[in-house]
């Protein structure tokens, strides 16, 4: 390409690492393209209180085009990417064809039912905020059908809360439950008891939160036993249907299966035509580039990176897709020939969990920590993050009201689809009842 | 019925009305039964904050459990009712059947098509918080629509928004609208001009809001003006279809067509067997009964009341409502006899409507006043009338924030099939942009 043409970089998905990269090449002069199928960023880490109804989609999101407004060279286009031509590089979108010099593919993974696709229908997932809202609904719902139906078996079956999977986010989603159930909603239903409500967090392996030290671990388990938190380790889910979860030879009856395990990368890597890993992640070269296409770099939880010090592939969290981020924006600001890129290098900033409204976890390898400090570190550094000030502000008020009242501030049931098909599927099924 | 047996109340619909009889109600030995189709009551005056963007559902709403929770006489049903049977005294919900000794009706009202229910599709109304969202979504996602269609017919029509019916809810979501397509939106769109975006209040009768002394309303269209809304007086709607509207000889492109104007009354009221006016509303006596039904009163939008001073119907807002809500209450926990009954007096506090940012206009008989101050009351009333603390407190932030910044909090596009509707009808039609 000559010299004094502007290059033009495509960045697909406006997650963390995507957005870190475009951030990166603002005000350079290399023309950036954004392109994400919704109009906004969101900060994952906290999409499980919003499922929980403590904070609103607002708190946690922001437009993409707002955040990077001051930056003249960064477009950003709501639209989704059908096709990815490696060779012609360019990008399908649904809004017309986008060539590109540097491809920077940051789409992110959704959860994995590892072959059993059919559970998704019974078991939703918790990754954009319309599974969140999806959740809340149903979590706000549930508590209505079962004061309909006291007495039954239907209304255990209601009561019953299963997450699949004890991962950050399994672990967070099983402790606001229960604490929302316990705290907040029987408040509500004066004719449900605690002793109606279980919370089960279903771990296949022998430890919940893998990724911290084991005595973290522990305790972390800890803390969810004390909320009443049921959590059943070396357990595999075999059968997932409307009716509940098969665990092996037991059966839980249950209408609230949440899938928080395992990892899918996004279909569109299939397009690249390049070494997939068995979660569909793209093998990346040392410089996060896939093999023979120096100027396509996969990053975040699309990507999978081998080339760590110790073997061990980069969990799929915000700390690694925003270093890439960084890291593939500065090969492309200074168009590295890419015999001369110094290889991606991942910073272990440490890793924290957050169990309840005031207990966590928090592993920086030289320091660990667990409880009411734990907790404050999770909750300053999770607002410190928070893209907008407004945002932080407002994240910080209904911590405080939900620490103080115990009223989490988004208790809406807004969407009248869903309770009208569980209520139908209830009086159809509840003769028992009438 | 024996005079020690506890009696029971039940009340349909959780808004203004609704919500103040029960609270009325509260702790008294009457037994309460509040059913609503939604679990949360809603602070309708500023709906079109949450259509704007400017406030999340949760600010303005509340579950009705929780503030209810204190009284345990009263019992919150999420449940739509199906049917009345005023002789056999019970309400048939979709969860079960209901026996009352006392009815209070409270269902409120839709905008009315005037017999024209195929316009309903093209123009939305704005009664609820699925209403709310959904137009958020559209206007959120017709800017993104526009700037890839730049400089055809099509991004016209995508930045002309129509708002039929200029009563407080029209004038308040066109001054809203015009004020952030304008310092908010082309900010995010650097391609789109100020010129491209064209707000239209259209009004059948001589002048906006009405119910408002004469020099208040003009001054509210001066306003509206400055803000670069065009203000139609005297103009009837013939005819709305999926590319815009028909005024008379004139045919407004446009893919943004709000429905503002008329009032239907619930069609529950229907089962009453009692006489209704022309918008639905059932016709009650001097004590907001039913004729030969002493004991079933309707109240609010759903009510036509006929014996005020000066004979002309009362207004469909709050205050009336609650105002009935109390009455009624007081009447069943008395346990009046129909003959010793006083009638309703409404007693108008004044009224009030907002455009844009920092305007008002305030009616109070004995004093009037537009501009600053009229909107700084506006703000302390409305403020204060919210349900509880938390959310007083929220929407402050939110509104000295977006006074300060220009920047409302709520701009995101969360339903994924509302835009790819959209687009798919773009992708289809556009062909003079490819």
């Known amino acids: 390409m000559p010299s004094g043409q502007r290059r033009t970089a495509v960045i697909i998905g406006g997650g963390f690492g995507g957005l870190r990269a475009a951030k990166r090449l603002a005000n350079t002069d290399v023309n950036v393209i954004l392109i994400d199928r919704n109009n906004h960023h969101l900060f994952q880490p906290l999409l499980y209180q ?5 904070l609103s989609p607002g708190d946690i999101a922001q437009p993409l085009r707002s955040i990077l407004r001051q930056s003249s060279n960064v477009h950003v286009m709501m639209s989704t990417v059908l096709h990815i031509d490696v060779d012609a590089r360019r990008v399908v979108c649904d809004d017309g064809i986008v060539a590109y010099d540097h491809l920077i593919l940051a789409p992110g993974a959704r959860h994995s039912y590892f072959g059993n696709d059919s559970w998704e229908r019974f078991a939703p997932g918790l990754k954009d905020l319309n599974d969140a809202l999806r959740i809340r609904e149903r979590l706000l719902t549930t508590f209505e059908e079962a004061e309909s139906v006291i007495g039954t078996q239907l209304m255990k079956s209601l009561l019953t809360f299963v997450i699949v999977g004890a991962g950050p986010t399994g672990v967070e989603l099983a402790g606001a439950i229960a604490e929302i159930a316990d705290r907040t909603m029987l408040a509500d239903f004066p004719k449900l008891r605690r002793s109606d409500v279980r919370v089960l967090l ?28 049921d959590v059943r380790l070396d357990t595999s889910v075999t059968d997932v249907t409307a009716d509940g979860v098969r665990l092996g030879s037991e059966f839980i009856a249950s209408r609230n299966v949440i899938w928080a395990a395992g990892n899918s990368a996004s279909p569109l890597l ?6 997939l890993d068995a979660a569909g992640r793209a093998i990346v070269e040392p410089d996060c580039s896939i093999p023979g296409y120096p100027d396509v770099f996969v990053i975040g939880d699309a990507a999978r990176f081998n080339h760590t010090t110790d073997g061990t592939p980069l969990p799929a969290v915000a700390q690694p897709a925003m270093q890439m981020g960084a890291y593939v924006a500065d090969l492309v600001r200074r168009n590295t020939e890419p015999t001369r890129r110094r290889p ?28 009411l400090f734990a907790w404050l570190m999770w909750a300053a550094l999770h607002v410190m993050q928070l893209i907008s000030f407004r945002n932080r502000f407002k994240v910080m008020i209904e911590w405080a009201w939900y620490y103080l009242s115990f009223q989490p501030g988004a208790r809406l049931i807004i969407n009248k689809d869903a309770p009208q098909e569980i209520r139908r599927w209830v009086s159809l099924n509840s003769n028992d009842n009438s």
């Open 50 to 54: 919003v499922a929980t109804a403590a």
């Open 202 to 229: 279903v771990q296949a392996s022998g430890r919940i939160l893998e990724s911290f030290a084991e005595p973290l671990s522990r305790s972390a388990q800890r803390s969810l036993e004390a909320l009443g938190v």
């Open 270 to 275: 299939a397009d690249l035509g390049t070494p």
């Open 344 to 371: 991606f290098r991942y910073r272990n900033l440490g890793s924290m969990a957050t169990i309840g409204r005031a207990r966590a976890i928090v592993d920086l390898g030289f320091f660990r920590s667990s409880g």
